[in-house]
């Protein structure tokens, strides 16, 4: 428990900040070209926020489970990489499935929250320090 909450307030505060960069500064164009038919007029913060703080956290939880080893670099972005697989992957393709968007916006979210989680796993490698737990 000692090291669960500042490897969860890593993932969350990491996370949603490339979120943030990604999203709002980098790629907005392209989201909003990609996501007309379902994207909301303005994102509801409150929703997108506990869902980082609930991804944080599940994420401070599994690292001392899949720990293996290593750099905390190597098995965080490891970690952290597989994790938003997990998560994003099946997610991205039951979106297209459902909702009238593009499956190239979900494919390139997709990849890029692999890499956001792999950053994130990378904070709470840190905030776990070697012994992973």
């Known amino acids: ?3 669960l909450v500042p490897a969860w307030l890593a993932a969350t505060i990491t996370a949603f900040a490339l979120s943030l960069v990604w999203h709002l500064l980098l790629m907005a164009d392209f989201y909003a070209d990609h ?3 379902v994207a909301r007029a303005e994102p509801d913060f409150r929703f997108i926020i506990l869902g980082y703080i609930v991804l944080g956290l599940l994420m401070a939880i599994a690292y001392p489970i899949g720990y293996k080893g290593g750099s905390p670099i190597a098995e965080g972005f490891r970690f952290g990489a597989l994790f938003g697989l997990i998560w ?3 997610w991205s393709l ?3 499935g459902i ?3 593009s499956f190239a916006g979900v494919a390139v979210d997709a990849v890029w929250h ?3 989680e792999g950053i994130a796993g990378i ?3 840190y905030a776990y320090g070697k012994s992973g737990s």
């Open 88 to 90: 994003i992957l099946p």
């Open 114 to 116: 692999v890499v956001e």
């Open 94 to 96: 039951i979106i297209v």
């Open 99 to 101: 909702w009238n968007v």
């Open 35 to 37: 996501a007309q038919a």
């Open 1 to 3: 428990m000692k090291k």
């Open 123 to 125: 904070a709470v490698a």
